[in-house]
């Protein structure tokens, strides 16, 4: 029997650059956590439903189970791995993830990464969300356990540590209706 066909790809993955040999029908999330061991990115349903899979590819959120890891060469990936080292982390975890935890945002955890992924493809284009565009962005994302009320709160506690960073730094707090900054 013939052997599957394969290709020579180029994955940047939290910075750091693999080449891969690999079957042509692998898919993204099996190469991110099979052939490169970053296994914070999760598998829950394998058909696009789920989000637990999702990582950002060139900057853009995406469920890695939906994709052929030939179809991502040459693109950046981040995945959850990849957080704590991003400039706005400093010397600890990302503000989101600090807010995951602040917040009680999680419960079995099993969705945490993707969460943690979308609301960061949400911040990266929109630094300050309300609850409806938070809720939208993490749509695709399904959690069993939380409810949902406090991934919202910790991406609004992201939020307000960012903001508050960006006015330290010489940028301008943006207020609320209360104008209390946030
Ligand atoms: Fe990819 Fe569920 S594992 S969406
Ligand atoms: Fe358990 Fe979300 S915390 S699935």
Excluded: W
């Excluded at 099996?30 to 950002?56: F, Y």
């Excluded at 469920?63 to 400039?87: H, N, W, Y």
């Excluded at 943690?116 to 565009?133: V, W």
């Excluded at 508050?164 to 301008?172: H, L, S």
Aim: aromatic fraction near 2%; charged fraction near 25%; hydrophobic fraction near 35%.
């Amino acid at each position: 029997m013939a052997a599957n066909p394969t290709s020579e790809i180029t994955l940047t993955v939290n910075g750091a650059e693999h080449q891969l040999e690999i079957e042509d029908r692998r898919l993204l999330v099996h190469a991110i956590r099979e052939d490169l061991d970053l296994t914070g990115t999760h598998i829950g349903c394998d058909t696009g439903n789920c989000g637990a899979c999702t990582v950002l590819k060139d900057g853009e959120a995406i469920k890695s189970c939906l994709m052929f890891a030939s179809q991502a060469d040459g693109s950046e990936i981040l995945t959850v791995e990849g957080m704590e080292d991003l400039p706005e982390s400093g010397e600890d975890l990302h503000p989101i993830q600090a807010g995951f935890h602040e917040e009680h945002g999680l419960q079995c955890g099993f969705c945490t990464p993707g969460m943690i992924m979308a609301s960061k493809a949400l911040l990266d284009a929109n630094a300050n969300p309300d609850e409806t565009e938070i809720r939208t962005a993490i749509s695709g994302n399904l959690c069993r356990c939380t409810g949902y009320q406090n991934i919202v709160k910790a991406v609004e506690y992201a939020a307000d540590e960012m903001a508050q960073t960006a006015a330290a730094d010489g940028g301008t707090v943006v207020e609320t209706d209360g104008g209390e900054p946030r």
